[in-house]
């Protein structure tokens, strides 16, 4: 059974930094490419990052271009989410994502499998 | 940035209606799209991609068209499990995974 589990999410005041993980397992990590989806309370669904199965190839929404990385960790089936400089407007619950299909990154960025979310709350 | 744009945002429908959601990206995507359904509370579920293809166990009532910059969803005919925030995914142009604004469904 494909399981994401995401950890990391808490309270941060603007400015700070906060670091997400996902957890995978059921499924072979290394051979799939990961994402982020994020959604504001009350809000539709936002594409965050996306990153393929080596993490060579890395994707941003202009949104946090240059303020969030991802990246991941194939021999601990981990996939991270870097924030930094955190404003009040990327408070949402952070879903990670799997790719449903296996291709390049670009032409498979649909997703079958979703973790249930981690709550991040940027407020002083 | 590639926008995608949902119509109507929210709608009302009978149980058996035919119910459709339409769904347009601001520039040509082939047919790079999908079709999620988030029910309250839940994470969303992969309904269909590739514009057309069902995802496995999805049922039948569910289907998608549309290439280029033009799409839809449509449920043949509404049950009322069908309750939900429609989203639509445009994926093939940077920045993929690009989002419509979704479509709340509601039973009349």
């Known amino acids: 059974e494909v399981q994401l589990l995401e950890s990391g999410g808490g309270l941060v005041q603007p400015g700070g930094s906060l670091r997400l993980s996902c957890a995978a397992s059921?499924?072979?990590?290394?051979?799939?490419?990961m994402n982020w989806v994020r959604q504001a309370p009350g809000k539709g669904l936002e594409w965050v990052t996306g990153?393929?199965?080596?993490?060579?190839?890395?994707y941003y929404a202009d949104s946090v271009k240059g303020r969030f990385t991802i990246s991941r960790d194939n021999s601990k089936n981990t996939l991270y989410l870097q924030m930094n400089d955190l404003r009040a407007e990327d408070t949402a619950v952070y879903y990670c994502?799997?790719?449903?299909?296996?291709?390049?990154?670009?032409?498979?960025?649909?997703?079958?499998?979703w973790g249930q979310g981690t709550l991040v709350t940027v407020s002083s | 940035d590639i926008q995608m744009t949902q119509s109507p945002s929210s709608l009302s429908a009978s149980v058996g209606d035919r119910v459709t959601i339409t769904c347009r990206a601001s520039?040509?995507?082939?047919?790079?799209l999908a079709w999620y359904q988030q029910k309250p509370g839940k994470v969303p579920n992969l309904l269909i991609y590739a514009a057309s293809t069902l995802q496995s166990g999805v049922p039948s009532r569910f289907s998608g068209s549309g290439s280029g910059t033009d799409f839809t969803l449509t449920i043949s005919s509404l049950q009322p499990e069908d309750v939900a925030t429609y989203y639509c995914q445009q994926y093939g142009v940077v920045p993929p995974g690009t989002f419509g604004q979704g479509t709340k469904l509601e039973i009349k």
């Open positions: 994502a799997k790719h449903k299909s296996l291709g390049t990154i670009l032409n498979t960025c649909y997703f079958d499998y």
């Open positions: 520039q040509g995507i082939s047919n790079n």
């Open positions: 059921g499924f072979t990590f290394i051979t799939y490419d």
């Open positions: 990153i393929d199965d080596m993490g060579r190839i890395t």
